[in-house]
């Protein structure tokens, strides 16, 4: 039966593929975290073009009707300020970093909080998008 013994080198080939480091659930986080750091830079991208294309307070009135255009295509989101969707942004990168930081080996990603202080990052993003959206209703008023 010593024919069927492999040879140390061999033994890692012929373990099980489900005791790989990647499995499905790794993949499917990666995917997912850099997925999320896209939209999050689309959201950052779109609140820069508001911010430049903001006409100056000196001159008419702009187009009602491109304005209703540009409400439809973005939906609740068009009510919002630049500031607030940058922050926005960058709260959907910071989590998908760290999601994608959790998912992957450690060397890959340098700087990250532990996972399980997963916590900290939400709470951080949340007290970001809440300040924002405070300070943004406060304006208003």
């Known amino acids: 039966m010593s024919f069927l013994a492999l040879a140390p080198?061999?033994?890692?080939?012929?373990?099980?593929?489900?005791?790989?480091?990647?499995?499905?659930?790794?993949i499917a986080g990666l995917v997912f975290a850099f997925g999320?750091?896209?939209?999050?830079?689309r959201l950052i991208l779109l609140a820069r073009s508001r911010?430049?294309?903001?006409?100056?307070?000196?001159?008419?009135?702009p187009d009602p009707a491109s304005n209703e255009t540009q409400a439809r295509k973005l939906g609740w989101f068009?009510?919002?300020?630049?500031?607030?969707?940058m922050v926005m942004g960058l709260s959907l990168v910071l989590i998908a970093y760290h999601i994608a930081a959790w998912v992957s080996p450690l060397h890959?990603?340098?700087?990250?909080?532990?996972?399980?202080?997963?916590?900290?990052?939400?709470?951080?993003?949340?007290?970001?998008?809440?300040?924002?959206?405070?300070?943004?209703?406060?304006?208003?008023?």
């Not at 068009?78 to 969707?85: D, E, F, K, R, V």
């Not at 890959?108 to 943004?136: H, K, N, T, Y």
């Open 9 to 26: 080198e061999l033994q890692a080939a012929a373990e099980p593929v489900v005791a790989s480091w990647w499995n499905a659930g790794r």
């Open 51 to 61: 911010s430049r294309s903001q006409p100056p307070a000196s001159s008419d009135a």
């Open 108 to 141: 890959w990603f340098p700087l990250q909080l532990p996972s399980d202080r997963w916590w900290v990052v939400f709470l951080l993003s949340g007290i970001g998008i809440g300040g924002s959206l405070l300070a943004e209703r406060l304006e208003r008023d």
């Open 78 to 85: 068009a009510g919002l300020s630049a500031g607030t969707q």
């Open 36 to 41: 999320v750091i896209g939209l999050g830079f």
